[in-house]
């Protein structure tokens, strides 16, 4: 397993004020958009050699292993840059539900209200 | 239109640190995800009550209605807010390409490499 990611992906990363980027985490077979997480250098080159993904918890300010304690793991099949460097898209094959709360995805549960009729 | 959210909303969002949510845009047809905004309170606002994506630029610190000048609107059929407050699913109906580079999404280009066999 490399902690140490790639300097030349490294170079392509722009960063939040406290060094991370925006991971997009897709079903590789539904395309469902599972959750959005946080990722760190060590997370990225931890994801990228292991195959499992792994972030940065903000809350907790630690390196997190996706499904390390609730069998949730998420096995990565695709990760790409976007076109300014400062957001992930993870497609990967999802075990169990996405979500902590148990929903599939961490956006099952929040519709908010748009006008019926734009003005 | 509506340039102030909605209490009720506002209170459920958890910002970064300089007032902003990553908002996950989707194609509601395909499921493609496109690109990845942010949305500062009056972005997130404007987009649900127009129904036109409109975001919070990091780099020109200004708001911008995606597709003004390109013409590569968005139509937002859905906007969904996740778990923890702190990231927003906006599912459109995308006019043209919804990368600035012409591509279809902003994460085409860069793949990045897995390593063949995970240890």
């Known amino acids: 397993m490399s902690t140490t990611l790639d300097p030349q992906v490294a170079a392509r990363l722009k960063r939040t004020d406290d060094g991370l980027v925006a991971a997009v985490v897709q079903a590789h077979d539904t395309g469902e ?4 997480g946080w990722m760190s250098d060590e997370a990225l080159a931890r994801t990228l050699s292991t ?5 940065w918890s903000r809350s907790r300010q630690e390196l997190w292993v996706k499904g390390e ?15 300014d460097g400062d957001a992930l898209l993870v497609r990967v094959e999802q075990e169990g ?3 902590h709360t148990g929903e599939r995805t961490c956006f099952d549960a929040d ?3 748009l006008a019926a009729d734009p003005a």
């Open 69 to 83: 304690t609730s069998g949730h793991r998420q096995w990565v099949r695709e990760v790409r840059l976007d076109c």
């Open 97 to 99: 539900p996405a979500c």
């Open 111 to 113: 519709l908010l209200p």
């Open 33 to 36: 958009v599972l959750m959005l």
């Open 51 to 55: 195959g499992r993904a792994t972030y």
